[in-house]
C-alpha cells in the first residue's frame, strides 16, 4: 500500500508564512509528478503547484511569487513554502503523486488525506 502523509497546515495572520510537507511511503518504485491543490469551501479543487522528478515546477498564477514548491527524491517528500500569505488561500491542502507502485500495471495519482490552512485578515 502507497500512503501520503501531508503536515504544516494552520491558522495564520495575513502575511504570513507556513510550509507544508509530504511524505510518500509504501512499495513505491518511482515517482513521477508530485504536487499540491487545493480546495476552499464551495468551490472546485484547483492545482496550486507542481514539480516533476527532474525539478521542473508548475505554479497556479494566483500563487507565483508567494509559494515555492520543491522535492527530495530520495525521501520521497515534496514540500510547499507558503509565503505572504493571503485570507484567499484558505483552503484544505492536498498532496497528490502520480507514482508506479510494485506490482502495479502503471502509473496511478495517490492524494493525501488533505491538511487545513487557514489565514485570518
Known amino acids: 500500500q502507497v500512503q501520503l502523509v501531508e503536515s504544516g497546515g494552520g491558522l495564520v495572520q495575513a502575511g504570513g508564512s507556513l510550509r507544508l510537507s509530504c511524505a510518500a511511503s509504501g512499495s513505491i518504485v518511482r515517482i513521477n509528478a508530485m504536487g499540491w491543490y487545493r480546495q476552499a469551501p464551495g468551490k472546485r479543487r484547483e492545482l496550486v503547484a507542481s514539480?516533476?522528478?527532474?525539478?521542473?515546477?508548475n505554479y497556479a498564477d494566483s500563487v507565483k511569487g508567494r509559494f515555492t514548491i520543491s522535492r527530495d527524491n530520495a525521501k520521497n517528500t515534496v514540500l510547499l513554502q507558503m509565503n505572504s500569505l493571503k485570507p484567499e488561500d484558505t483552503a484544505v491542502y492536498y498532496c497528490n503523486a502520480d507514482l508506479f507502485q510494485r506490482g502495479s500495471l502503471g502509473i496511478q495519482g495517490y492524494w493525501g488525506q488533505g491538511t487545513q490552512v487557514t489565514v485570518s485578515s
Open positions: 514539480i516533476t522528478s527532474l525539478g521542473r515546477t
